[in-house]
């Protein structure tokens, strides 16, 4: 499924660096979303875009910090990361409108921190 | 008490087997909800949405009981590429809160 795509794929960085995740969806959704899973844990609700407003930040460290410049495209931006940041993120998109409507994820980026 | 919970697992079963998994939810006012099934290290994929009535999609069926707060999945015929860990997610307006998960291993 190519409906909601997400790069880089693998990202391995130090905890100096400053880098961005992307999620671009082709479905027509209006709300967006990003997911943090550490390794064999559940997944953790980082962000919820909807209408391109921030309507909710699950109390994400500042050091995470999203853009959603409209409704297709999404950003994580990174800095100065620590170790226990590595993790899937996984972005999702739904219909809000739609309330019986499931979401739709990204394939995420596996990221490291070194 | 967790907002969504779900038989602990693992599920280890053989080929061909019947197996079910159940899920409670706290919020009475979840509108709607689905089963997601998550291979290792991929995203979640949506499995199947769960309709008052019940549903059933070809070997897998699902319940869902709004009194009771329950929801159910039963897989028959289970084969080996059904090992994966199956979600249970129950949506509240724009929040879509998701089980821990239950972890099926399908053996030959």
């Known amino acids: 499924e190519t409906g909601v795509t997400q790069t880089p794929r693998h990202l391995v960085m130090g905890m100096t660096n400053k880098k961005s995740l992307k999620c671009e969806q082709h479905?027509?959704?209006?709300?967006m979303y990003w997911y943090k899973q550490s390794a064999k844990k559940p997944l953790e609700l980082m962000f919820v875009y909807s209408l391109e407003e921030r309507v909710e930040n699950n109390s994400v460290p500042s050091r995470f910090s999203p853009e959603c410049p409209n409704s297709s495209h999404l950003f994580l931006h990174l800095h100065t990361l620590q170790p226990e940041d590595s993790a899937l993120y996984l972005c999702?998109?739904?219909?809000?409108?739609?309330?019986?409507?499931?979401?739709?994820f990204g394939d995420g980026t596996r990221l490291s921190i070194l | 008490r967790k907002e969504v919970e779900q038989d602990p697992g693992p599920f280890n079963v053989p080929e061909g087997a019947t197996v079910a998994f159940n899920c409670t939810y706290s919020n009475s006012a979840s509108q709607s909800f689905f089963w997601y099934r998550q291979d290792c290290r991929k995203e979640p994929k949506l499995l199947m949405s769960?309709?008052?009535s019940g549903n059933e999609d070809g070997r897998f069926t699902a319940q869902l009981n709004r009194a009771s707060q329950y929801i159910s999945l039963l897989i028959r015929d289970s084969k080996l590429s059904d090992s994966a860990t199956y979600l249970c997610v129950v949506r509240d307006g724009q929040n879509f809160v998701f089980g821990p998960g239950t972890r099926l291993s399908v053996l030959p």
């Open positions: 999702a998109s739904s219909q809000d409108r739609g309330r019986s409507q499931p979401q739709h």
């Open positions: 769960v309709y008052s």
């Open positions: 479905l027509g959704h209006n709300a």
